[in-house]
């Protein structure tokens, strides 16, 4: 009712601004007397049910009103993101190229560890680490995995980004920096952990942290059915979860003596194991990446099947390097046969 006396107050000012006062007065005395008869009649006849459904008409409409600005607002932000997320020809042509440094200077970095050290068991299990990231990053620059940004890609530069931020953290506790291989480790860890965050999140830096968290999301599902206490779903995923086993009792056997023993504190000591955990993070990575594929039916394709001989050669490897007692070593052996097996038998249901 408001609203209609506000129509009348600006008919009636607009009528006397032209001149037309006398047709006004008229007008508005038998719409006035009109309205006052509506009004009371309005009174009478609305009951407060119906008060009521009108008020939540009133609601619902604008409630509709603001999840439709708000799913405006989503899908221009989505596709922002997705605009980012398009790499150009020249774009996918550089992160391939910067994806195949990476990996030459991981081939550095094993190369001069064995002419550092010479061609030693204990050389074969130090080089464990770069050779998987070495592979890795090397898979990671086929520029059609690049467009197609497969889930098994994001995995693998997500097992980048853990694997360098540990190498970094070993230099940090490293109190000498003179040695050209550990300039060299250095050097490959900065650069693989921000080539590897651009290939997990394409967004960056544009997107910024909400654009990895957003990935984060997106791949959970995967992660979670191809971790440790996912349920196997068939025989190969059975030789993961024996490999995932054996690696969380190898880092456990690094993180407890520096938790107990605070002569194990030392920095050189700090740096070790933190290698060695360096190198079971990027191995356990692996596994995940694996057993995902092995979930989805793709383990025969040929990047697996290399990536499952390399993870073996770790296993094996890990064995020469360090003492083991004979039921330690029959665990490595187990889960280093288990991968080449994986290698040799698996078959994809996909191509």
């Known amino acids: 009712m408001n609203s209609r006396r506000l129509i009348l107050v600006i008919l009636a000012f607009s009528n006397y601004c032209n001149g037309f006062s006398t047709v006004s007065d008229s007008f508005l005395s038998r719409v006035s007397s009109t309205t006052m008869i509506n009004h009371s009649n309005l009174k009478q006849q609305t009951s407060p049910a119906l008060r009521a459904r009108n008020r939540d008409r009133y609601r619902d409409t604008s409630f509709a009103q603001t999840l439709q600005r708000s799913s405006n607002t989503h899908t221009s932000i989505s596709s922002h993101t997705n605009s980012h997320n398009h790499l150009s020809k020249k774009e996918e042509h550089i992160l391939s190229l910067s994806y195949k440094v990476s990996s030459m200077t991981y081939v550095t970095q094993i190369i001069m560890a064995f002419l550092k050290s010479g061609f030693k068991p204990i050389s074969a299990n130090s080089i464990g680490s770069p050779v998987l990231a070495a592979y890795l990053t090397w898979n990671l620059s086929n520029k059609e995995n690049i467009r197609e940004q497969d ?10 980004i853990i694997y360098s931020s540990l190498c970094l953290s070993v230099t940090a ?6 040695d050209r291989l550990i300039q060299l480790y250095c050097i490959t860890a900065l650069s693989t952990f921000i080539l590897s965050a651009k290939g997990y999140s394409r967004g960056l830096p544009h997107t910024g942290i909400k654009g990895i968290i957003q990935e984060t999301k997106a791949l959970m599902p995967r992660i979670r059915n191809a971790n440790f206490y996912a349920r196997p779903r068939n025989v190969s995923t059975v030789f993961y979860l024996i490999c995932m086993a054996t690696v969380i009792l190898l880092k456990m056997e690094q993180i407890i003596p520096i938790l107990l023993d605070p002569a194990m504190r030392s920095p050189m000591i700090l740096a070790f194991k933190m290698s060695n955990l360096a190198k079971l993070s990027v191995l356990g990575g692996s596994l995940v990446t694996l057993r995902d594929a092995a979930n989805e039916g793709l383990l025969g394709q040929t990047r697996f099947r290399i990536l499952n001989i390399f993870a073996s050669y770790v296993f094996g490897a890990y064995t020469l390097g360090t003492s083991v007692s004979t039921m330690k070593l029959a665990i490595l052996m187990i889960s280093a046969l288990s991968c080449l097996g994986n290698s040799i038998f698996a078959s994809s249901n996909k191509k």
Do not use: D, T
């Not at 506790?173 to 003179?178: A, E, G, H, S, Y």
């Open 151 to 160: 889930v098994s890609s994001k995995i693998m530069n997500g097992v980048l």
């Open 173 to 178: 506790i490293i109190p000498k920096f003179n």
